[in-house]
């Protein structure tokens, strides 16, 4: 099988380009909850004043392609001052992408959790932030587990746009390859099965997270982010 | 910016109609596709189940970009070419196709057992009671997702600029490297993006109070 | 086999993995009576009528419309035709208003035309006293009304019989009556019926033969007056006691 040779010889490069696709994902999905959760909160415990920059923010994510968004930031940094890694712009754009989806993900399943539990905490003596911590908190991140399953596949796929400004991950070093060695079937079929891997794993594990703190009657089909 | 658009805006504006052309045929085909996938799911046979189960996990496991690449560059090594308009249209047709199957799924499954028992206790056939009773609630039920899967596909048909497709993105990237000015028509092109996207999710939110069932 | 009967059933088994639920039911309808199936929850009533039109297929036993034997009939859906079926939680089409539910069997079945078919759903929408409905979803319906237009429905494929799967269990006991009246007057018109029910009251007054079953099995079948006042089981006695209390003479 000269296939199979081909794609031993291929598979260090294209498992150096996974491990980038890795960073990707996991700083892009970092940056979606380190501005994702306030924005969700911004929406709704914040003033309307919050809410408005909140909602133009998320206008703008959701209405404005990724790979627009990027080369955006490619150009659009340097132009400010700022030299940034393209790995580092490839974050950025990607996890500003993903925080305005996170955001509607933990906002939804803040307010699914419901006024009521917040009142019930009040007549206890909780105080807000203790109300939030112990009685919100733990039912909103159950509900928000297999939205953001969903939503970090998402990501993990998105990582391949990445490639549209030049950085080196698992889809550019598999140009690199078929550069070399002029068999792209071979080469993207090879690689659309480590994405393939990597997706089933992200789910894998977030489903078995999941069922370990599963609350009966929670679930929702994964599918493309909603995108309005 | 606006200097940028007023020079340019025919290039902008043919690759906006591209854009939405190639969103449009691809959603609808989309859902001719997603329908029979769907169907093949739950009612076909365990073979024809097992295999649209395989295709859908596949499909949603893969970047969009590495199957525009597949349908673009590789399957050339196997004879069969195609222009870059065509590529982008039939994998962005799979790729809806699958997504729009889970949602189809889903509904389905949700109206499916009662109505279709009903159905049948009048004489229908199975797939009378599918046509008939069973898929008009479902599509019904998917507009949502439907419209959410159109907007998707708007943003997510700008990848077809990576081989060459002439739509909006591309069309901005053509003139940028005129004017070397990328910034400031990337920018143009994010705000076509913005309003158009704006502009279909009021005509979606508009046509899905008409069609509701009460 | 053939027989006079409308409807005959020989030795129905059936059985859900491992529990068997039909343990050899034998009965038979003639044509413009009214039977009557009573006994506890889970004891099969129900599945005897989705036997019948193969809705759920039997394991075992025979019945019969008329001289054809439907167990194994291979156009089931012309049988279904003929056999209407009300079911308990209504099974109307959602996405159709109440002259829609109706109008669709007879275009998409029976391939009548559309002026027809509205005509014939306005004249039984009319016989269960909802006209002015025609237009209505199921949504916009109370649950008596929606029962009342399943009825309708049934009744415009002109069946030889309609089956009744515990037709009022859904309602709110204020809304059973409606739905009880209109049964009756089926009957009294001399429609061929067979219904599941724990309405007393209505198989009292109603039926033309009281079947009581348990666990599978029919315990005793005859007259109604004498399965309520002189039953030759003392289980039937209990059971007819005890729901009688329990649900009371239903519309009365």
């Known amino acids: ?228 | 910016m606006l200097e940028i658009f007023m020079e340019y805006y025919p290039l902008f504006l043919s690759g906006l109609g591209v854009t939405v052309f190639v969103t449009l045929i691809s959603c609808s085909l989309g859902t001719v596709l997603g329908t029979f996938l769907a169907l093949g799911k739950i009612y076909g046979n365990k073979l024809v189940s097992a295999v649209v189960r395989t295709i859908i996990s596949i499909i949603r496991g893969t970047p969009l970009l590495v199957q525009l690449f597949i349908i673009y560059y590789g399957l050339p090594s196997w004879g069969i070419n195609m222009d870059p308009i065509t590529a982008a249209i039939i994998s962005f047709i799979i790729n809806s196709g699958v997504y729009q199957a889970e949602y189809l799924r889903g509904s389905i499954q949700s109206i499916s057992g009662s109505q279709l028992k009903a159905a049948q206790s009048i004489g229908m056939t199975k797939w009378q009671g599918i046509r008939h009773i069973v898929l008009p609630q479902a599509f019904r039920r998917v507009i949502p997702s439907w419209t959410n899967e159109f907007i998707y596909m708007i943003k997510y048909s700008s990848l077809a600029y990576v081989i060459g497709a002439r739509e909006l993105m591309t069309e901005g990237k053509l003139i940028a490297s005129r004017n070397y000015q990328f910034f400031d028509v990337y920018l143009v092109v994010a705000l076509i993006y913005l309003i158009v996207i704006i502009f279909f999710v009021a005509i979606f939110n508009r046509i899905e109070k008409k069609v509701t069932i009460p | ?252």
Do not use: C
């Open chain 3, 1 to 252: 086999m053939p027989t006079k009967h409308l409807l005959k059933i020989e030795d129905l088994h059936h059985s859900f993995g491992e529990e068997e639920v039909l343990k050899g039911i034998s009965f038979s309808l003639d044509k413009g009576e009214t039977k009557v199936i009573v006994g506890p929850s889970g004891t099969g009533k129900s599945t005897i009528l989705n036997n019948i039109i193969r809705l759920v297929p039997p394991k075992k036993g025979k019945i019969y419309l008329e001289d054809t034997e439907i167990t194994s009939a291979k156009k089931i859906n012309e049988i279904r035709q003929q056999i209407g079926f009300v079911f308990q939680d209504f099974g109307l089409f959602n996405h159709l208003t109440a002259k829609g539910n109706i109008m669709i069997g007879l275009t998409k079945v029976k391939k009548m035309n559309k002026k027809e078919a509205e005509d014939l759903a306005l004249l039984e929408l009319d016989r269960v006293g909802l006209k002015e409905y025609a237009d209505s979803y199921p949504s916009q319906l109370s649950g008596g009304q929606k029962q009342r237009v399943g009825i309708a429905r049934a009744l415009a494929m002109q069946p030889k019989l309609i089956l009744f799967d515990e037709p009022t269990s859904s309602l709110d006991p204020e809304l059973t009556g409606e739905v009880l009246k209109v049964m009756r007057n089926l009957a009294e018109e001399g429609m061929t019926m067979l219904v599941v029910t724990h309405e007393m009251g209505f198989a009292r007054s109603v039926a033309d033969e009281l079947i009581f079953m348990e666990a599978g099995k029919i315990v005793e079948q005859g007259n109604p007056e004498k399965l309520f006042t002189d039953p030759d089981h003392q289980r039937t006695r209990e059971f007819l006691f005890q729901l009688t209390d329990l649900y009371g003479e239903g519309e009365n």
């Open chain 1, 1 to 228: 099988m000269e296939n199979l040779e081909l794609i031993i010889d291929a598979l260090p490069y294209l498992l150096e380009g996974t491990l980038v696709t890795i960073q990707l994902t996991f700083w892009s999905l970092l940056i979606g909850i380190v501005v994702g959760l306030p924005v969700a909160f911004a929406q709704v415990y914040g003033n309307k004043v919050l809410q408005g920059i909140v909602a133009v923010y998320e206008r703008l994510a959701r209405s404005i392609p990724l790979l627009v968004m990027l080369l955006l930031i490619n150009y659009g940094l340097p132009r400010l001052g700022l030299r940034i890694p393209i790995f580092t712009a490839a974050v950025i754009g990607i996890g500003l992408r993903s925080a305005a989806y996170q955001s509607q993900i933990y906002r939804g399943a803040i307010q699914s959790v419901g006024g009521s539990q917040m009142k019930a905490a009040r007549s206890l003596g909780m105080g807000k932030l203790k109300a939030f911590f112990y009685i919100i908190a733990p039912q909103a991140i159950r509900i928000a587990i297999p939205p953001v399953a969903n939503e970090s596949a998402i990501v993990l796929k998105d990582t391949s746009l990445a490639f549209t400004i030049g950085v080196v991950e698992l889809l550019r070093q598999g140009e690199y390859f078929i550069a070399t060695s002029n068999e792209p079937m071979v080469i993207y079929l090879t690689i659309a099965a480590i994405y393939f891997i990597l997706t089933t794993i992200v789910n894998g594990g977030l489903s078995l997270f999941e069922k370990k703190y599963q609350i009966p009657g929670i679930g929702i089909e994964g599918g493309h982010s909603d995108a309005y």
